[in-house]
């Protein structure tokens, strides 16, 4: 079998990735990509350590941050929408109304 | 043999998610996303999560992705394929990612909870049927809450990216 650990790499793997993503890129579609990445890497982690371990919860926590980034979604696109209807751009620099 | 696959699915994920992150298109970005999540429901029927593994693909890559490729073709994504690339002055990011990912890969090389190379025994018998029966028994109240920040969700994309009527 494989070791843990090497599940545990690939997850450190996408969520460094990821983070380089919202990081980095301008584009809040990307961006959003790379959240979905995040979460994603985390969802490895939980269902490997449950395997490992012979124990429900991971795949029970996996099955939640689905369902979470299900509704995080929904309402990220329809914010990016309403963004492009009003400012029409897709550049998080020019969203910058709320800073202080 | 399983090792040779994880190998294989985990250097596909890798690559797509790096694509993901450097592609100037979105839409390049999407199809490689994609493939990333098919990689990862690929790990997930090897570590023994079929269920998991049919949930990713029936939310992320039917539900989730599609989505994304809608709001795509909705909006012109001609203007961001030509906006700059990774602007500079990114140095503390990439030195706090860098940090980041070494912190990580240090903690979970250096220590001896990871190492473990034979999964526990999983009881025998019908493993869906007992994580349903987990799920609905000792899991109901974060179930039902889920269900309902799902309603919310919907109601609030709805009322988000509705057109003002005056």
Not at chain 1, 44 to 73: C, K, P
Not at chain 2, 133 to 152: G, H
Request: proline share 3%; with cysteine; net charge neutral.
């Amino acid at each position: 079998m494989v070791p843990l650990w090497w599940h545990i790499s690939l997850g450190v793997a996408l969520f460094v990735i990821g983070a380089a993503g919202v990081l980095l890129r301008r584009n809040i579609l990307v961006v959003l990509m790379s959240l979905e990445l995040l979460l994603n890497s985390v969802n490895i982690n939980f269902i490997a350590f449950g395997r490992y371990y012979a124990d429900f919860r991971g795949q029970i926590f996996a099955i939640f941050v689905i369902a979470i980034t299900a509704a995080e979604v929904a309402v990220a696109l329809g914010i990016v929408v309403a963004l492009v209807r009003n400012k029409s751009t897709l550049k998080v620099d020019d969203v910058t109304v709320m800073k202080g | 043999m399983d090792q040779g696959f994880f190998l294989l699915f985990a250097a596909v994920a890798v690559i797509t998610a790096l694509i993901v992150v450097l592609a100037r298109n979105p839409v390049h970005s999407a199809l490689a996303l994609m493939a990333c999540f098919l990689q990862i429901s690929a790990v997930f029927v090897l570590l023994e999560a079929p269920l998991l593994a049919v949930v990713q693909i029936f939310v992320y890559v039917g539900a989730i992705m599609v989505l994304f490729l809608f709001v795509i073709m909705m909006i012109d994504v001609r203007e961001a394929v030509l906006q700059r690339f990774l602007p500079g002055g990114n140095l503390p990011a990439l030195v706090l990612l860098v940090l980041l990912g070494a912190e990580m890969l240090v903690l979970v090389l250096s220590s001896d909870r990871f190492s473990a190379t034979e999964p526990a025994a999983m009881g025998g018998g019908d493993q869906i049927r007992e994580l349903s029966t987990t799920l609905f028994a000792d899991y109901l109240l974060p179930f039902e809450v889920a269900s309902v920040i799902l309603l919310a969700a919907l109601v609030g994309a709805i009322v988000l990216a509705r057109k003002e009527s005056g």
